[in-house]
């Protein structure tokens, strides 16, 4: 995890570093609401060593508020923007769960969502389906995010990165952002099919925390008119997320490192309130689907034990998310000329003006 404190310093330095190069940078104040839903899931749909067909599931909410705040530095046709946002503390997330399973034969693993090859595209954070629970705790997450986030654009025919020039246009983007979240996952209750069944609460269940690297590269259209300016772009992406999953009640972690693919879709619409100030609203729409491996560190039990000399098992990590978020940001110019004040002007036209020797 990057600390609060280091990410706070890399933004303020970015924003000082331009507004020394520029007589333009752009800055305010930021509010996010996000949703969807955040899935890891492990199995094999075909019989193991021991014989088993199965796998687990853990399901989290990505319900949260974030504060934060934006800068964007502009020169020419070029804008360079970036973006500090965080929960401030642990928030009520919603409901978790998490889940073991059994499969049979006409169970489903759909492990690739983006399928280049065939062109075909899946919308699902879920990978297994036709499952049968002999494991099941629901309770309550609780998360705690920040983020760090830094884009570049390239403007192209009349569009402008200026917020407050009029014109129209398709532009180039790449970018890059870092999060860390964790999640708690609290009264539970848990049912286990067991002779006899057991079902009742066991309190804390697990803590889940996360590490998620996205390279972002893509294209968009920039419309200003009057008072109005319209923001849509489309951007793949790829990234690496690093996570551990610590089950409390058996003292055991899972850590995993994935790799994969996405992307983001951002539809913002912008109002200019002065000649310095505007406010805007923008939707956003994201996803990630990664595979790779998990490694088990510790154990009370036998078998949880004897999973620490195993080179690891399979794990599908899935993003399914949106945010709406509403800013308000500043025009703040450092090296224009002062512009005189009416009372001015009329003086320097009354000034009389000396004769030409």
């Given at each position: 995890m990057v600390p609060i404190k280091t990410i706070f310093i890399i933004f303020f330095s970015f924003l000082i570093m331009f507004s020394s190069l520029s007589a333009e940078v752009i800055w305010g104040p930021t509010i996010e609401r996000n949703g969807g839903e955040y899935i890891f899931e492990t199995g094999n749909r075909f019989p193991n060593l021991s014989g088993i067909r199965g796998g687990s599931r853990i399901s989290f909410p990505r319900t949260a508020t974030e504060f934060g705040i934006y800068g964007a530095y502009i020169k020419s046709k070029w804008e360079v923007r970036a973006a500090l946002k965080a929960t401030g503390r642990y928030q009520h997330a919603g409901q978790a769960r998490d889940e073991d399973f059994v499969m049979s034969t006409q169970s489903q693993e759909r492990g690739t969502n983006i399928a280049t090859r065939e062109w075909a595209y899946y919308d699902s954070a879920s990978?297994?389906?036709?499952?049968r629970n002999f494991a099941d705790g629901i309770g309550k997450a609780s998360v705690i995010e920040n983020k760090i986030e830094a884009f570049g654009r390239y403007y192209f025919q009349e569009a402008s990165p200026d917020y407050w020039a009029q014109g129209s246009g398709l532009?180039?983007?790449?970018g890059f952002r870092y999060s860390y979240f964790k999640y708690i996952f609290y009264d539970v209750n848990q049912f286990v099919d067991s002779r006899p069944v057991f079902y009742g609460p066991i309190g804390?269940?697990?803590t889940y925390s996360n590490d998620l690297y996205e390279l972002f590269y893509g294209a968009g259209y920039r419309s200003s008119i009057e008072n109005f300016y319209f923001d849509f772009s489309f951007t793949p992406s790829m990234g690496r997320i690093r996570t551990r999953d610590f089950h409390v009640q058996r003292s055991i972690n899972f850590l995993s490192d994935n790799f994969g693919f996405g992307w983001q879709s951002t539809a913002e619409v912008g109002y200019k309130i002065s000649s310095t100030w505007l406010s805007y609203f923008k939707l956003t729409h994201r996803r990630f689907f990664s595979e790779g491996r998990f490694q088990a560190r510790g154990g009370l039990s036998q078998e949880d034990i004897a999973s620490n000399f195993v080179s690891g098992f399979k794990s599908h990590i899935n993003i399914k998310d949106f945010s709406v978020e509403l800013g308000f940001l500043n025009k703040v110019s450092w090296d224009l000329p002062e512009t005189?004040?009416?009372?001015?002007?009329?003086?320097?036209?009354?000034?009389?003006?000396?004769?030409?020797?």
């Open positions: 990978v297994y389906s036709g499952t532009f180039l983007t790449t804390l269940g697990l005189p004040t009416p009372k001015e002007e009329e003086k320097k036209e009354e000034a009389p003006t000396e004769p030409n020797q």
